[in-house]
C-alpha cells in the first residue's frame, strides 16, 4: 500500500483563483481528515469527513470547502485565494472512530 | 478552548544524552494525546499514542492528567532522531480531529 497519497504535490496560484486539492487515502480507510500548516507552526483542522458526511469543521472561513466520494478519496476546495492561503495542506486518513490518522504528504500551495 | 503547547521550539542534545520533549495540553475533557514524527523530508508519521502505553524507537510518554502534561522522553539520544515533533490532542469533539501544538525540533549531534 502506498499510503495516503495527495495531488498535486505542487501549486501556484494568484489571488481570487479557486484550487482543488485531492486525497486518496489507504485502502480500507473511511475517514478523510484536512490540515493546513503554515510555515513554523503545527497543522491546524479544516475538515474531516466520515462515510461521506462531514464530522467536524475547524475554524476556517466559507471559502474552504471538502467533499469525500464513494470510493473514499476526497477533495478539498478553497476559492477566492488570498495570500494568506499559501500553506501545506495535508490529508490525513484512519480506518475511523478513535484510530491513529495516517498523513499524506502534503500539497504545498503558493499564492501570489 | 483546547490547545497543545510545546514550549521549545529546539532542543538540541548530544548523542548519548537524555531527551525530554514536553507537551502540555488544555482539555476539560477525557483527552488522547499522541506524538507525531516528521523526519527530513518525510511525511508526518505517529509515533506513538498514550492509550498504547508502548515504546517506539526507544521514547515514552506518560500522560499526566494532573500536570495536563504528555512529555516525550527517551533515555539516550541518537543522531537519527534529529527530526520535527509534534504534540497532538484529539478531543473526540470534531470526529478524530487533531489539535497540534507548535512543534519542538530536536537536534541530536554527535
Known amino acids: 500500500d502506498a499510503g495516503v497519497t495527495q495531488s498535486p504535490t505542487h501549486l501556484i496560484k494568484t489571488r481570487g483563483q479557486h484550487v482543488t486539492l485531492r486525497c486518496s487515502p489507504i485502502?480500507?480507510?473511511?475517514?478523510v481528515s484536512w490540515y493546513q500548516q503554515v510555515l513554523g507552526q503545527g497543522p491546524q483542522f479544516i475538515f474531516q469527513y466520515y462515510e461521506k458526511e462531514e464530522r467536524g469543521r475547524g475554524n476556517f472561513p466559507d471559502r474552504f470547502s471538502a467533499r469525500q466520494f464513494p470510493n473514499y478519496s476526497s477533495e478539498l476546495n478553497v476559492n477566492a485565494l488570498l495570500l494568506g492561503d499559501s500553506a501545506l495542506y495535508l490529508c490525513?486518513?484512519?480506518?475511523?472512530?478513535?484510530?491513529?490518522?495516517?498523513f499524506g504528504p502534503g500539497t504545498r500551495l503558493l499564492v501570489l | 478552548a483546547q490547545r497543545v503547547t510545546q514550549p521549545e521550539k529546539l532542543l538540541s542534545v548530544f548523542k548519548g544524552a537524555p531527551v525530554e520533549l514536553k507537551c502540555n495540553y488544555s482539555y476539560s475533557g477525557s483527552p488522547e494525546l499522541f506524538w507525531y514524527v516528521q523526519y527530513s523530508r518525510q511525511r508526518l508519521q505517529l509515533l506513538l499514542r498514550?492509550?498504547s502505553r508502548e515504546s517506539i524507537k526507544g521514547f515514552t510518554a506518560d500522560l499526566n492528567k494532573g500536570e495536563t502534561s504528555f512529555h516525550l522522553k527517551k533515555p539516550f539520544a541518537q543522531e537519527e532522531d534529529s527530526a520535527m515533533y509534534y504534540c497532538?490532542?484529539?478531543?473526540?469533539?470534531?470526529?478524530?480531529?487533531?489539535?497540534f501544538g507548535k512543534g519542538t525540533t530536536l537536534s541530536v549531534s554527535s
Open positions: 497532538a490532542l484529539s478531543t473526540n469533539q470534531a470526529g478524530t480531529a487533531l489539535i
Open positions: 485502502s480500507g480507510h473511511k475517514s
Open positions: 498514550h492509550i
Open positions: 490525513a486518513s484512519s480506518p475511523g472512530g478513535q484510530r491513529p490518522q495516517y
